[in-house]
């Protein structure tokens, strides 16, 4: 049942009965049961939910099995055709895994292409449905700046009261801030957003006194709190903006099917003002989708959790998703870091479905702003990625939820599987030509082409959706425009990709060794990379980058041809990383008409106003200040007579 509800008129001022200035409700504890990943106590039929994707699911894997088979079977022909060497054999292992890797991937593309070719177009409008639970929306924060977080909240809620149903959402921001002067910035600009919002009984305030198990510890405190008051949970990062009509239409998913635990949307990246976010953005918007639609497509509801911009059944994430420390020391033991993949592999466990919702437009994030700030936060990733090695073997998973784990794992274990690919070749084409084989060059060539198809192919799927569509082609610049950005996109993802696989590859042996990430709030704003920087990050990258290329050179001439992107990419690491990060280059990049998305064409209204209300925050630092000093200033006390005088002293 579907109505339209027109925004509320405005309400009459009436005093209010209950406690002022409540930071939190009423406690609604809910128990959160620590699982155990050695035994299967939940069963994973418990709701009696079935929904097979055989078919898909076999085909997707057949194909991948059958695609890396021939081509392993092509680059055994052009490794060894007079026997095989050690080095032969290890490369030709290498090449399967990666290759198969590539190869899934691509055909999951394939089928979110033909999804969405085939798709009605679902842009017209759709009534507004009916909800009646109460939900929850929380945002966690690390040391985040205040005025980001605020503006979010307040865009938020004016976005759910314009729907009329904001008596139905609480927003929680959850601290775990251990600056002592943004903590009461949190604290001071929450109380005053409540009484500007006149809504103090839905925003509250959170910091805990101990910050145990980072974001995953944060979200099982407040369940364990207030859990129990809520039918479902939406979780946001700072960063994370969603409009009134996403959440709204999140919560009617989760009232239809009383079997789904998780939704997750697919959320658009906004607000990129530096080249290298800009690069993200518009990769996200172009390629993600189809992307998205096509691991929706064969997971069905054995979906994943990307940890923010996603709806949970509360009661469904207490029973199931209660996080236990891994055993050992750091990096691999203690808390799991990344557990995002993990909560959705447990709730799947006890029986509740976990989906995707590719189609819900409406939900947005920001990307790191520099290279550097990329990789810094892929650090933190590699290490809670590489902790699943140690829950693949969990009791009870469903077969995909493992695959999704695996395919975590491998998302940074590829990046030194590509160098010893790289460095194992180079060794392969010494022998050969040392033995005087010839390569067959046509071959190797088509080879080549193939593997690079399997990684372009998407991303012009992707191009190809958009530029159908007059509406969003327009919006992207043109065809032209669109088709010069994707090409442009290709071409600087080439040349820091080899840069990219240097620093994950360091990652990863960092993490082996037993050396933890720490926990340090995201950069998220931009400013300029300098060059003293750049040369400490990437002084290192730019020698290997020549060395491989004069090494390559001695060897073979052709080597070198072969290997130019990943030699040129290093050498030019340290220019390629400040230009990228630069807000000036973002700007000239799209005053030429490039990396154009449709959210910059026409800016979300949720996101105008978060803005607005970001710039508005920052002019009121003088007036917040002097409050400060207002409630910090020492108390005087007033002394008639003191020597012929009045003197007023400084209370004790």
């Not at 035994?39 to 009696?48: F, I, N, P």
């Not at 009916?130 to 924060?141: D, G």
């Not at 809520?230 to 946001?236: D, F, K, R």
């Not at 108390?635 to 020597?643: I, K």
Request: contains cysteine; glycine residues 8%; hydrophobic residues 50%.
């Amino acid at each position: 049942m579907d109505r339209v509800t027109a925004r509320s008129p405005a309400r009459p001022w009436k005093p209010r009965t209950g406690p002022a200035l409540r930071s939190l409700p009423p406690r609604r504890p809910l128990a959160m049961p620590v699982q155990d990943l050695e035994r299967d106590t939940m069963g994973q039929a418990c709701l009696g939910f079935t929904d097979s994707r055989a078919w898909r699911r076999t085909l997707v894997v057949g194909l991948t099995a059958v695609s890396t088979l021939g081509a392993t079977g092509v680059m055994a022909r052009l490794l060894a055709p007079k026997g095989f060497a050690i080095a032969d054999g290890l490369m030709l292992a290498l090449f399967a895994l990666l290759f198969s890797w590539v190869a899934f991937a691509f055909i999951s593309a394939v089928a979110g292409f033909v999804l969405m070719w085939r798709a009605r177009d679902l842009e017209p409008w759709r009534p507004q449905p009916i909800i009646f639970t109460r939900t929850a929306l929380l945002m966690p924060t690390y040391n985040e700046d205040p005025g980001r977080i605020l503006s979010g909240v307040q865009a938020i809620y004016e976005e759910l009261e314009a729907l009329g149903v904001a008596e139905l959402y609480d927003i929680f921001v959850l601290s775990d801030t251990r600056d002592a002067a943004i903590a009461q910035a949190e604290a001071t600009g929450v109380l005053r957003l409540r009484l500007k919002l006149d809504a103090p009984d839905r925003i509250f305030y959170r910091r805990r006194a101990l910050n145990l198990d980072r974001k995953a510890g944060n979200i099982a405190d407040w369940v364990m709190r207030s859990g129990a008051g809520y039918e479902s949970m939406i979780i946001l990062d700072a960063d994370s903006l969603m409009t009134g009509d996403t959440i709204l239409r999140l919560t009617a998913a989760m009232e239809r099917d009383r079997r789904v635990g998780l939704i997750q949307t697919l959320p658009s990246i906004i607000g990129a003002s530096t080249l290298f976010a800009r690069l993200q953005q518009f990769a996200a918007r172009i390629y993600g989708p189809v992307i998205a639609q096509g691991q929706a497509w064969w997971s069905g509801a054995e979906g994943n959790y990307w940890g923010h911009n996603a709806i949970i059944r509360t009661r469904a994430f207490a029973d199931c998703a209660g996080l236990p420390h891994i055993k050992g020391g750091k990096p691999f033991g203690g808390h799991i870091m990344s557990h995002d993949f993990v909560e959705a592999a447990l709730l799947r466990r006890g029986g509740w479905a976990v989906r995707m919702a590719p189609d819900l437009t409406g939900s947005f994030e920001e990307a790191p702003p520099s290279l550097l700030d990329m990789a810094v936060r892929d650090r933190r990733w590699c290490q809670g990625n590489l902790q699943h090695s140690a829950v693949l073997g969990a009791k009870g998973l469903h077969w995909v939820s493992r695959l999704h784990l695996a395919r975590g794992v491998l998302a940074y274990l590829t990046a030194p599987l590509w160098l010893a690919f790289l460095v194992v070749g180079g060794v392969v084409w010494a022998q050969q030509r040392d033995a005087g084989q010839a390569v067959d060059a046509a071959t190797a060539g088509a080879l080549f082409a193939a593997t690079m198809a399997l990684l372009l192919i998407p991303k012009i799927m992707g191009a190809v959706l958009v530029a159908r569509r007059r509406a969003s082609r327009l919006a992207c610049g043109g065809t032209i425009s669109l088709a010069l950005s994707v090409l442009a996109e290709i071409a600087i993802s080439a040349l820091m990709a080899p840069v990219f696989m240097l620093m994950h590859s360091r990652a990863v042996v960092e993490v082996l060794r037993g050396r933890h990430s720490g926990w340090a709030a995201q950069q998220r704003d931009e400013g300029r990379l300098k060059f003293k920087q750049a040369w400490r990050s990437h002084w290192l990258h730019t020698a290997l980058g020549l060395a491989w290329a004069g090494a390559a050179f001695a060897l073979d001439p052709v080597l070198l041809v072969w290997t130019s992107p990943v030699a040129l990419g290093l050498v030019l690491a340290i220019p390629l990383s400040m230009a990228t990060s630069r807000a000036d280059a973002g700007v000239g990049s799209r005053n030429l008409g490039l990396f154009l998305t449709p959210e910059e064409a026409e800016p979300p209204a949720v996101m105008l106003r978060a803005a607005g209300l970001r710039a508005q925050y920052d002019a009121e630092a003088p007036i917040r200040a002097e409050i400060d000093r207002l409630f910090r200033a020492p108390a005087q006390v007033y002394r008639p007579e003191v020597q012929g005088s009045t003197v007023y002293l400084q209370a004790a």
